[in-house]
């Protein structure tokens, strides 16, 4: 019987010499011919007026990680959802605590105004 550890040496180095590679190839056989216009700022094909950088306020922050947070806890649930009625009492409980946990950190979220676009 193969031991699954070796897939794993097999192909972590796959995986971390290939996206290697391609950034490699991307700066040798990129073209380098920088200017002042290829430098500025674009955006909607407009030309900026003023600063172009801007703080943006920290609440869009929040927004956006909580959003991450539940769009990745949803990934987590679709396989337990699949494999619900095969699951054992105990497995569907956990699922249930999870969700409970879920539901209450956006609770907390909504509570602390985390959720208010303004």
């Known amino acids: 019987m193969h031991d699954p550890w070796v897939f794993v040496a097999f192909l972590l180095p796959i995986g ?3 996206p290697a590679v391609a950034v490699l190839m991307g700066i040798i056989l990129g073209p380098r011919k920088p200017n002042a216009i290829k430098g500025t700022t674009y955006e909607c094909g407009m030309e900026t007026v003023g600063d172009t ?3 943006l306020r920290a609440s869009y922050y929040i927004f956006a990680l909580i959003f991450v947070i539940f769009d990745v806890e949803a990934v987590f649930l679709f396989p337990w959802a699949v494999a619900y009625s095969q699951m054992q009492l105990y ?3 956990e699922g249930v605590l999870f969700l409970l946990i879920l539901a ?4 907390y979220a909504w509570r602390k105004g985390a959720l208010e676009w303004v």
């Open 16 to 18: 971390l010499l290939l």
């Open 53 to 55: 950088w801007v703080q």
């Open 91 to 93: 497995m569907v409980l």
């Open 104 to 107: 209450a950190g956006l609770l």
